[in-house]
């Protein structure tokens, strides 16, 4: 947790319908991450995990995004998933940990209980849409609360992560116990950035900002790579 602290976090994900779909090629987008200064990755698949994993020793945080018919949900859903991913070694793992029900009606807290039973030592991320969520994820023990579906849920629907001068993050991290994980939409080439890190500034030192740089929004993400996380990191993050 110390190595993640007030640091930058950057997201190395390709879809299978995407371009850049390869293990090997999120593993030299993880590569640059560090380069630019970056302390962190958040990856998917266990496969793209194995790989990161030889080119660069940041922390992990790993997740599996899979479909299935009788939930929305698709970020970490199940035991198998879980599974996978403790077997591969990550060091944080995230999943959906939104208000909306998993496979046979299971709600998150069913789950994450049944997860914690299993896996009492690993660490978790919960992704979170709304306020109150993230709230309830700190309240059953997650070790993280991050913003990553804001706006992507009904319950979560038009909100934005900058709205209001960043309240929602703001909120979440007066409510919570444990370290806050920001992630979402974040523009690299705009004022918007360097606004949510001044909103992380102003928190508590317990929180940590992740840079969300997916892959498939714009193709000079993929290019400029390198050169983005290290602008990020020595021009415009508060901290040494």
């Not at 962190?40 to 266990?46: K, P, Y």
């Not at 309240?139 to 979560?156: A, E, K």
């Not at 934005?160 to 806050?180: C, G, L, M, T, Y």
């Amino acid at each position: 947790m110390k190595r993640i602290q007030n640091s930058l976090i950057v997201s190395c994900q390709a879809l299978e319908d995407e371009p850049p779909h390869s293990s090997l090629i999120m593993s030299k987008m993880a590569l640059a991450a560090k380069m630019g200064g970056a302390k962190g990755i958040r990856a998917n698949s266990v496969q793209d995990i194995h790989e990161i994993k030889k080119e660069v020793d940041l922390p992990i945080i790993g997740i599996i995004k899979k479909d299935y018919e009788d939930t929305d949900i698709y970020i970490t859903t199940t035991m198998k998933e879980v599974d996978a991913l403790v077997a591969e070694g990550v060091d944080i793992i995230a999943m959906d940990a939104t208000m909306q029900l998993r496979p046979h009606n299971q709600t998150i807290t069913e789950f994450f209980k049944e997860v914690k039973a299993k896996y009492p030592h690993q660490l978790f991320m919960a992704d979170c849409s709304t306020v109150e969520e993230a709230i309830h994820a700190d309240n059953i023990g997650f070790d993280f609360i991050g913003t990553t579906l804001v706006g992507y849920t009904p319950q979560s629907q038009n909100s934005r992560i900058d709205a209001n001068d960043f309240k929602i993050i703001r909120e979440i991290v007066k409510n919570v116990k444990h370290p806050v994980i920001g992630e979402g939409n974040i523009d690299p080439f705009c004022q918007l950035g360097s606004q949510c890190l001044s909103a992380f500034a102003e928190s508590d030192d317990n929180d940590i900002i992740l840079f969300h740089t997916s892959i498939s929004l714009i193709g000079s993400i993929l290019f400029l790579h390198c050169q983005t996380v290290r602008q990020w990191h020595r021009q415009e993050w508060p901290y040494p």
